[in-house]
């Protein structure tokens, strides 16, 4: 099956269609598909697919229509796309080399069901300036899973293009002349008012143009302003739970417990010891469920059947706000936010004085990176933590989790984008050092399931603990 169909709207942008589809032709990550949907163009865009390199057979297939606007082109690109995946890039958007949006695609890595801005940002994680040595840009990309997107629905068609537009701005033109010519030979306005009209009207057609051409945006800003008020009318809702003090030193078990999404079952009757001070890993294949136990542990979701207990106390009777306080977190796609590594860092905690933030950072061997950062502590990260690599982030969501020195830590694929050296250190800093915290971990890593006091296997919706023996072998 195609993991990922990319599609390429364009109008009479030959330039960039060559680039983009020259850019595609780099990827090393199969199967993808190519479909550029060429809107009416008059530039000769539709012979690039063959200048640019692919010849006869090639995953690529061009889709013509008149001249409709980018979102009826994204339509028909999508309805003959056989992708699971369906990657949006503008005739000017190239698509980045070595990028990771088919191993997204085929491993199904990310819980995301569509995320919109720049495709780079999500699917590279090493990407730091995302427009050096590239042509073109990269903003204006979007990617979605098909599902998603079959449940949306497609793209709305009722905004105003450029044809549309330019047809509007004639017959104003021909009305205008029209009615100018019946008044001058009729005798009410004289040839040289109607000629000072036509001056006039030419000077404030730019202005109308651009009115006109904002309008889709004017359209969609309103849309998005209905969205956020919508939100701000929702209100905040408190956490379900009760008020019992959640006690962190005693045992969590996980009893018969299962979960669904949208119908779809993911666990099937689990059960799950974690030990006060012990490292518990949970290993699968994706779409096991892994990330699922971690949520259900956080209070993040309820079974819909089975007991989650915290030293004998059910999780409906704990107070749940009080169990994440004292939870540290490093999920496998941390979020950022424009502001310092400091700044994240601290991100949400008060109070926090410089030996505990100290402490975290050498614990998450994040200090290597900040004595190579101009700045150190106060360095930029850029939106979404950019201008940092995938490992450098991964180390500040670490130390995000460990600042307040949770007594529970959960971590979701710790060691993802971290080079062996670094993995090393963590091991050495967090989970050989005396006094750490009880962690439970989703893991597929060889060196840190070795560590785990109890590693359970997540498969068919069921948890089955390793003997000692089978942990050793596999270790």
């Given at each position: 099956?195609?993991?990922i169909?990319v599609?390429?709207?364009y109008y009479?942008?030959?330039?960039?269609?060559?680039?983009?589809?020259?850019?595609?032709?780099?990827?090393?990550?199969?199967?993808?598909?190519?479909?550029?949907?060429?809107?009416g163009?008059?530039?000769?865009?539709?012979?690039?697919?063959?200048?640019?390199g692919?010849?006869?057979?090639?995953?690529?297939?061009l889709?013509?229509?008149?001249?409709r606007?980018?979102?009826?082109?994204?339509?028909?690109?999508?309805?003959?796309?056989?992708?699971?995946?369906?990657?949006?890039?503008?005739?000017?958007?190239l698509?980045p080399?070595?990028?990771?949006?088919?191993?997204?695609?085929a491993?199904?890595?990310?819980?995301?069901?569509?995320v919109f801005?720049?495709?780079?940002?999500?699917?590279?994680?090493?990407?730091?300036?995302?427009?050096?040595?590239?042509?073109?840009?990269?903003?204006?990309?979007?990617?979605?899973?098909?599902?998603?997107?079959?449940?949306?629905?497609?793209?709305?068609?009722?905004?105003?293009?450029?044809e549309?537009?330019?047809?509007?701005?004639?017959?104003?033109?021909?009305?205008?002349?029209?009615?100018?010519?019946?008044?001058?030979?009729?005798?009410?306005?004289?040839?040289g008012?109607?000629?000072?009209?036509?001056?006039?009207?030419?000077?404030?057609?730019?202005?109308l143009?651009?009115?006109?051409?904002?309008?889709?945006?004017?359209?969609?800003?309103?849309?998005?302003?209905?969205?956020?008020?919508?939100?701000?009318?929702?209100?905040?809702?408190?956490?379900?739970?009760?008020?019992?003090?959640?006690?962190?030193?005693?045992?969590?078990?996980?009893?018969?417990?299962?979960?669904?999404?949208?119908?779809?079952?993911?666990?099937?009757?689990?059960d799950?010891?974690?030990?006060?001070?012990?490292?518990?890993?949970?290993?699968?294949?994706?779409?096991?469920?892994?990330?699922?136990?971690?949520?259900?542990?956080?209070?993040?979701?309820?079974?819909?059947?089975?007991?989650?207990?915290?030293?004998?106390?059910?999780?409906?009777?704990?107070?749940?706000?009080?169990?994440?306080?004292?939870?540290?977190?490093?999920?496998?796609?941390?979020?950022?936010?424009?502001g310092?590594?400091?700044?994240?860092?601290?991100?949400?905690?008060?109070g926090?004085?410089?030996?505990?933030?100290?402490?975290?950072?050498?614990?998450?061997?994040l200090?290597?990176?900040?004595?190579?950062?101009?700045?150190?502590?106060?360095?930029?990260?850029?939106?979404?933590?950019?201008?940092?690599?995938?490992?450098?982030?991964?180390?500040?969501?670490?130390?995000?989790?460990?600042?307040?020195?949770?007594?529970?830590?959960?971590?979701?694929?710790?060691?993802?984008?971290?080079?062996?050296?670094?993995?090393?250190l963590?091991?050495?800093?967090?989970?050989?050092?005396?006094?750490?915290?009880?962690?439970?971990?989703?893991?597929?890593?060889?060196?840190?399931?070795?560590?785990?006091?109890?590693?359970?296997?997540?498969?068919?919706?069921?948890a089955?603990?390793?003997?000692?023996q089978?942990?050793?072998?596999?270790a």
């Amino acid at each position: 099956m195609t993991a990922i169909s990319v599609i390429i709207p364009y109008y009479n942008t030959v330039r960039h269609v060559k680039a983009a589809l020259q850019s595609v032709l780099f990827q090393s990550h199969p199967p993808l598909e190519v479909i550029c949907v060429d809107d009416g163009s008059d530039d000769g865009s539709g012979e690039a697919i063959e200048e640019a390199g692919f010849g006869p057979g090639a995953p690529v297939r061009l889709i013509t229509q008149g001249h409709r606007g980018a979102a009826t082109a994204r339509n028909a690109g999508v309805a003959a796309a056989k992708g699971e995946w369906l990657a949006f890039l503008d005739a000017d958007d190239l698509w980045p080399q070595d990028s990771r949006a088919a191993r997204v695609a085929a491993q199904g890595l990310s819980g995301a069901d569509m995320v919109f801005g720049k495709v780079a940002q999500f699917i590279d994680g090493e990407a730091r300036d995302l427009d050096a040595g590239m042509p073109g840009r990269v903003a204006g990309s979007m990617l979605l899973r098909r599902a998603a997107f079959d449940r949306v629905g497609p793209f709305d068609e009722v905004l105003a293009t450029a044809e549309t537009i330019d047809w509007v701005a004639r017959a104003r033109a021909a009305t205008a002349l029209a009615a100018g010519g019946i008044a001058v030979s009729q005798g009410s306005l004289s040839l040289g008012a109607l000629a000072a009209f036509f001056v006039a009207a030419s000077q404030a057609n730019g202005a109308l143009n651009g009115l006109m051409v904002s309008l889709p945006m004017l359209l969609t800003g309103h849309e998005a302003l209905n969205r956020l008020v919508e939100f701000r009318a929702i209100g905040r809702e408190e956490a379900p739970g009760g008020t019992a003090e959640p006690d962190l030193k005693r045992p969590l078990i996980m009893a018969g417990v299962h979960f669904s999404y949208d119908g779809r079952p993911i666990l099937n009757g689990i059960d799950l010891s974690i030990e006060p001070g012990a490292i518990t890993a949970l290993a699968a294949l994706n779409g096991e469920g892994k990330t699922t136990v971690l949520d259900l542990a956080l209070g993040l979701n309820r079974p819909a059947a089975g007991q989650i207990a915290l030293g004998g106390v059910d999780y409906g009777a704990l107070d749940l706000s009080a169990l994440r306080r004292a939870m540290g977190v490093a999920p496998q796609n941390p979020l950022f936010f424009r502001g310092t590594v400091r700044e994240n860092i601290l991100f949400g905690r008060k109070g926090v004085d410089e030996a505990d933030l100290a402490w975290a950072i050498r614990t998450a061997a994040l200090d290597p990176v900040l004595a190579a950062l101009p700045g150190g502590l106060d360095a930029p990260m850029g939106d979404a933590g950019a201008q940092l690599s995938g490992g450098e982030r991964q180390r500040v969501a670490l130390a995000r989790a460990l600042v307040h020195r949770p007594a529970f830590l959960i971590l979701d694929e710790p060691s993802n984008h971290l080079d062996a050296a670094t993995v090393r250190l963590l091991i050495e800093r967090l989970f050989l050092a005396p006094g750490r915290p009880t962690i439970l971990m989703a893991t597929h890593d060889a060196r840190l399931l070795a560590l785990a006091d109890r590693v359970y296997d997540l498969e068919g919706g069921k948890a089955l603990a390793r003997g000692p023996q089978l942990q050793a072998a596999l270790a």
